[in-house]
């Protein structure tokens, strides 16, 4: 029984972490399975219910929780887990998989324990009687950089005007004054791309959802792509359902990590100053600076083309013109400082 308990936390650990996430089908009899909390090769449901069960043994209330696991031959596994009195006994039913012992074993265990890292979540059940000591009963490995590809694109907001978009590299944010912030070539660094990956694999993003409708017109898109694998879904923000909560919870802290980046953050929306622009464009030539003739205009809803896709931008145009009359040209966004254009003109002969 040892050396099953161990093969299969090595299957859980090896099917969480593995390089190429793919869409994955539903195993057969799925929907029939009352586990509390399911694992279907590293996409749990119900999550929440373990940190539920926690809550309360830590509180020293009498409870117990199911979890089941999936075979790679769509066979389910349970850990059934009972705590009564400060103690836990488990249940390792193996019943229904074809391959394994086809039985319940029990063990009684002392403590129960959860470890998080920024790249593994695990729940393990410690002390135990018999040879395994500790047994993990859910595992989870979120770690971005095993990841060949992952990226996505978060609409939110009024009208979705909000775009937060690392496939098309863009980040586009409603002012609220009649102004749109737009940033081109925008991207996440890898302490954000691992906060915003982990959220995603806890709320279980590439299972199917039951959304809840209770606004006219959807308030969040997300579309991720991950390896092979691609999930699209629009939802609102109601509160009186699972997957909508969890969805919009994703969302937000989302929104929050990108916010709390100083360069992209919505703090920083106040218009710069024309001695600020000036300042900028005088950096990108610090040999010259000196000998040119400088000039700032502001234009607003100014319209350029990126990545072949139409933008607006409200602009400070910073221009130098040197002795022998050739220019730089140089447009920033007046509220983030992004550089979009910069010309070199030569001289009219």
């Given at each position: 029984?040892?050396?099953?308990?161990?093969?299969?936390?090595?299957?859980?650990?090896?099917?969480?972490?593995?390089?190429?996430?793919?869409?994955?089908?539903?195993?057969?009899?799925?929907?029939?399975?009352?586990?509390?909390?399911?694992?279907?090769?590293?996409?749990?449901?119900?999550?929440?219910?373990?940190?539920?069960?926690?809550?309360?043994?830590?509180?020293?209330?009498?409870?117990?929780?199911?979890?089941?696991?999936?075979?790679?031959?769509?066979?389910?596994?349970?850990?059934?887990?009972?705590?009564?009195?400060?103690?836990?006994?488990?249940?390792?039913?193996?019943?229904?998989?074809?391959?394994?012992?086809?039985k319940v074993t029990t063990y009684s265990c002392e403590n129960f324990d959860k470890t998080e890292t920024d790249t593994e979540m695990k729940y393990t059940l410690k002390g135990c009687s018999g040879e395994a000591k500790s047994i993990d009963v859910l595992y989870l490995s979120y770690d971005v950089s095993k990841q060949d590809l992952f990226q996505f694109q978060l609409k939110y907001g009024d009208n979705q005007a909000n775009e937060i978009n690392t496939i098309?590299?863009?980040?586009?944010?409603?002012?609220?004054?009649?102004?749109?912030?737009?940033?081109?070539?925008?991207?996440?660094?890898?302490?954000?791309?691992?906060?915003?990956?982990?959220?995603?694999?806890?709320?279980?993003?590439?299972?199917?959802?039951?959304?809840?409708?209770?606004?006219?017109?959807?308030?969040?898109?997300?579309?991720?792509?991950?390896?092979?694998?691609?999930?699209?879904?629009?939802?609102?923000?109601?509160?009186?359902?699972?997957?909508?909560?969890?969805?919009?919870?994703?969302?937000?802290?989302?929104?929050?990590?990108?916010?709390?980046?100083?360069?992209?953050?919505?703090?920083?929306?106040?218009?710069?100053?024309?001695?600020?622009?000036?300042?900028?464009?005088?950096?990108?030539?610090?040999?010259?600076?000196?000998?040119?003739?400088?000039?700032?205009?502001?234009?607003?809803?100014?319209?350029?083309?990126?990545?072949?896709?139409?933008?607006?931008?409200?602009?400070?145009?910073?221009?130098?013109?040197?002795?022998?009359?050739?220019?730089?040209?140089?447009?920033?966004?007046?509220?983030?400082?992004?550089?979009?254009?910069?010309?070199?003109?030569?001289?009219?002969?």
């Open positions: 029984m040892l050396k099953k308990l161990m093969l299969f936390a090595c299957i859980m650990s090896l099917m969480s972490g593995c390089l190429n996430i793919k869409a994955i089908d539903q195993p057969k009899g799925t929907l029939k399975n009352k586990a509390d909390v399911v694992d279907i090769h590293g996409r749990v449901t119900n999550l929440y219910k373990m940190d539920d069960f926690v809550k309360k043994v830590n509180e020293k209330e009498n409870v117990s929780i199911s979890i089941s696991h999936y075979t790679i031959e769509g066979d389910p596994i349970y850990h059934n887990i009972n705590y009564r009195d400060g103690k836990f006994e488990l249940q390792y039913d193996t019943t229904q998989d074809k391959f394994g012992a086809g098309d590299m863009k980040l586009v944010k409603d002012l609220k004054n009649g102004q749109m912030l737009g940033v081109s070539d925008f991207q996440l660094n890898n302490e954000e791309r691992q906060k915003i990956y982990k959220k995603m694999v806890l709320s279980n993003f590439l299972s199917e959802k039951k959304f809840a409708t209770c606004t006219e017109k959807p308030g969040f898109y997300l579309k991720v792509k991950i390896n092979g694998a691609v999930r699209e879904y629009n939802w609102s923000d109601c509160s009186n359902n699972e997957d909508n909560k969890i969805m919009t919870d994703l969302a937000n802290t989302i929104i929050e990590i990108v916010n709390a980046n100083q360069f992209y953050g919505t703090s920083n929306t106040k218009m710069m100053t024309k001695e600020q622009a000036l300042e900028l464009g005088k950096k990108l030539d610090l040999n010259s600076a000196n000998k040119a003739t400088w000039s700032v205009k502001l234009f607003e809803n100014k319209e350029y083309e990126i990545n072949n896709q139409k933008e607006q931008h409200t602009v400070w145009v910073v221009e130098a013109v040197y002795p022998l009359g050739n220019k730089m040209v140089v447009d920033f966004d007046a509220y983030s400082g992004e550089q979009i254009v910069l010309a070199d003109i030569e001289a009219n002969n």
